[in-house]
């Protein structure tokens, strides 16, 4: 069991629909992120809260829409999205800012955009 | 700003053979790197890091991966590789991005497929 559970971990929605991704951690961690994963590509980091806070955001575009109400919790709100949207996205959380590197990840959410 | 590249997107390599993954990074400043594991249908997990000292790095699971400064890379080795090494392998760099928190950059990634 991993210590970063993810949900759901398959998503299938249209264009005009609206849903959210799940991500909660049971580690004590106080940063958590989220990463896009495409195929043939580098895994991209999306967003990133450190101590409850957003401390980057690498030009996602606005219908990507990240929640972090405490430490333990992040949310990707999803909206108007596009066909190229679909990809694995994982979350990940670490201790300390990261400065050791490690990231702990879950398991991914499969999104698929019609 | 930093950059990592992987030079094989995919490596077949029979059982109990050895294999070599190969990882370049660029970077203006001091750095720390990573050999992430990607399983099927799972998420990275961490296989090892350099961060200081020895240059030499080993994971629990027989691989290493040596720090070479002077040819800013960072190779993943294992002398015997099993069917269960099967995955997906990311090399990472970090970098400082502000508020005390450091990022990773990752390499595209090496499919290792080992074949019986």
């Known amino acids: 069991e991993t210590g970063v559970t993810q949900t759901p971990r398959h998503l299938v929605m249209g264009m005009t629909n609206k849903k959210s991704l799940k991500c909660e951690q049971h580690l004590g961690h106080n940063a958590m992120y989220w990463y896009k994963q495409s195929a043939k590509k580098p895994l991209e980091l999306m967003f990133v809260?450190?101590?409850?806070?957003?401390?980057e955001n690498n030009s996602v575009p606005s219908r990507f829409s990240p929640e972090c109400p405490n430490s333990s919790h992040l949310f990707l709100h999803l909206h108007t999205l596009q066909p190229e949207d679909s990809a694995l996205y994982l979350c990940a959380s670490s201790q300390g800012g990261g400065l050791s590197g490690e990231l702990f990840f879950g398991e991914g959410s499969r999104l698929t955009v019609l | 700003a930093q950059s990592v590249t992987q030079l094989d997107s995919q490596v077949p390599v029979f059982e109990e053979a050895p294999v070599e993954l190969r990882c370049n990074y660029s970077s203006s400043v001091s750095v720390y790197l990573f050999w992430y594991v990607q399983y099927p249908n799972q998420g990275l997990q961490l296989l090892l890091k350099?961060?200081?000292?020895?240059?030499l790095v080993e994971s629990i699971n027989g691989f290493e991966a040596e720090f070479n400064k002077s040819q800013t890379s960072f190779h993943l080795r294992k002398p015997s590789v099993h069917i269960s090494d099967t995955a997906e392998y990311f090399c990472a760099v970090t970098r400082y991005s502000g508020a005390g928190s450091y990022q990773l950059t990752f390499g595209k990634g090496t499919k290792l497929s080992v074949i019986p």
């Open positions: 350099y961060l200081s000292g020895s240059t």
């Open positions: 809260y450190s101590l409850e806070e957003r401390v």
